[in-house]
């Protein structure tokens, strides 16, 4: 059988019943709890006809049913899917159907949202954790009832190579594409995580993450590995900067992994002098730029944590990290994400597969056992994401294509330079958009920044830039030109930079570029151009 997700859960709870293993807002879900209750749902999925491999969808905000939903899919032997409890229903509706889901876990507070999926094309033929009230058309199960179910689950003969669960992520052509991991690849990052920031059963993990993010996985799979608690943050808290810190402060968290969104939020609105974290041990940043005046600056008010840059697609949950040395000096300089870690192996190569020098750039090939098994029913996307490197006449390496520009630096060090689509010509000289991003967010001024391209009637290539600048500043439009000029070619200037008081967000909180981009094409008549 192998060791699976879910040992881990029935370990500690046989060592540390009482140990909480999740928390939020006050409550708790014990180790001994989270075993049991999820072995209750186990049960009724079975009951419901679920089986091994088959697909389970996850729709509620967080909550404590949420890790419940979790690890009673996969004591099933079914594959979660987490599903965005805010996207629209047609987007929810396609991933239902493409995933072939017929039992979908949810709560109450989303029983208003769920009949607009619900049409009589669906393959829902059961919701948990609503009730009849809902008066949904597929029958539906409370979470009473639930509970009051027999907590001895069949056993299911599972192996670490079958699905654990799948996660969507936009697609180029606009659909999701699900990322099929197992238990084996999950636990191969869930160990390698826990390794590498020394996690230990008396850590209280901070959970920032919607489960539909690949980030929320260290939370939910590295914290039980080692028997260590996960703090769920509420969604409301991740837009009020002053009440996360008080949380951070009044929960004693220790480990913190978000995107540097919320950080930066946390730095310049989260009254960060007036708390006392001093239980902050390790800081883990990734998923976008991150400004070096800003980590500089977040260092200093939390000078006992230690700060890493870590990187890596979905399709590999992570595959590297940089530890932010303590003497750490504030520069323009990017913040390079480090090496590749444990059993994986990198590999920069050109536009023809030929790896590169040190020093030249090029795309980052990644083989890990952290890797995803593939994208769920695409074959003409799954044969596109991988290079495949020959061993024997029988044998080759398979590398998952990142689509990310890096280049080795002189310390040997990988530093990220862009998407590779996110590269325009312009006159015939190749611009990466991202090394915009990166000057002007170095803008004393400048809080965060977006730049996208946008292509006239001509189909002349426009760069365009959208700025949030510091608090009262009076900094104009000329001003960021003149200071852009001194570090970009006069071909890579934008044409314009407009000032905004917010930026659209994904919900993992990233900037939503493509909705700027929309936004500045309402606006003006011009043709899109994708990048």
Request: one cysteine or more.
């Amino acid at each position: 059988m192998g060791y699976l997700l879910t040992h881990s859960v029935e370990y500690w709870a046989s060592k540390t019943p009482d140990q909480p293993a999740f928390r939020m807002v006050g409550k708790e879900l014990s180790y001994c709890e989270l075993w049991r209750r999820a072995g209750q749902l186990a049960r009724t999925l079975i009951e419901q006809g679920v089986g091994r491999g088959d697909r389970v969808g996850i729709y509620m905000n967080k909550c404590l049913e949420m890790p419940l939903a979790v690890y009673g899919i996969m004591r099933a032997g079914a594959v979660f899917v987490p599903l965005d409890p805010t996207a629209p229903a047609a987007r929810l509706q396609h991933m239902i159907d493409h995933c072939g889901i017929k039992v979908l876990i949810s709560h109450p507070p989303k029983a208003r949202a769920i009949p607009a999926f619900l049409t009589d094309d669906t393959g829902l033929s059961c919701i948990i954790g609503i009730d009849d009230s809902a008066k949904n058309s597929v029958h539906t199960i409370p979470w009473a009832e639930v509970d009051n179910s027999s907590e001895n689950c069949p056993p299911v003969a599972l192996m670490e190579q079958d699905l654990a669960y799948i996660m969507f992520t936009s697609g180029s052509t606009g659909l999701p594409k699900g990322i099929m991991h197992t238990h084996y690849s999950g636990l191969s990052y869930a160990r390698l995580a826990a390794q590498t920031y020394d996690l230990n059963n008396n850590d209280r993990l901070g959970n920032h993450s919607p489960l539909h993010f690949d980030m929320s996985t260290l939370e939910y799979f590295s914290a039980p590995l080692v028997g260590a608690t996960t703090v769920l943050i509420p969604e409301a808290y991740t837009k009020l900067p002053a009440s996360l810190s008080q949380l951070i402060e009044q929960e004693q968290l220790s480990i913190w992994y978000s995107v540097p969104y919320a950080l930066i939020q946390l730095l310049l609105r989260g009254v960060l002098e007036q708390r006392q974290i001093q239980s902050l041990r390790w800081v883990l940043f990734g998923g976008e730029l991150f400004p070096p005046k800003y980590l500089y600056a977040l260092m200093q008010l939390w000078p006992q944590a230690r700060f890493s840059n870590v990187y890596g697609p979905a399709e590999v949950n992570q595959c590297s990290f940089y530890h932010i040395p303590e003497a750490y000096e504030e520069t323009s300089h990017p913040i390079p994400v480090g090496h590749i870690w444990g059993d994986a192996e990198g590999m920069i190569v050109d536009n023809q597969d030929r790896p590169v020098s040190a020093g030249e750039s090029g795309e980052l090939l990644v083989r890990a056992p952290t890797m995803m098994q593939g994208y769920w029913e695409q074959p003409e996307l799954n044969a596109k994401a991988y290079y495949f490197r020959p061993v024997t006449s029988d044998i080759s390496d398979r590398f998952y294509r990142t689509g990310d520009l890096f280049l080795e630096n002189g310390d040997g060090l990988l530093e990220f330079l862009g998407r590779k689509d996110r590269q325009v010509k312009i006159r015939g000289y190749r611009i990466e958009i991202d090394e915009i991003e990166k000057v002007l967010s170095a803008h004393p001024q400048v809080e965060e920044c977006a730049v996208y391209v946008l292509m006239d009637e001509d189909q002349n290539v426009k760069i365009q830039a959208a700025v949030i600048v510091v608090s009262h500043s009076q900094i104009s439009e000329e001003d960021l030109l003149l200071y852009s000029a001194e570090y970009l070619t006069v071909y890579a200037l934008p044409e314009t930079i407009s000032r905004q008081t917010e930026f659209p967000r994904t919900t993992s909180g990233k900037i939503d570029r493509k909705a700027i981009q929309m936004q500045a094409l309402q606006q003006k008549p011009m043709n899109e151009m994708q990048i």
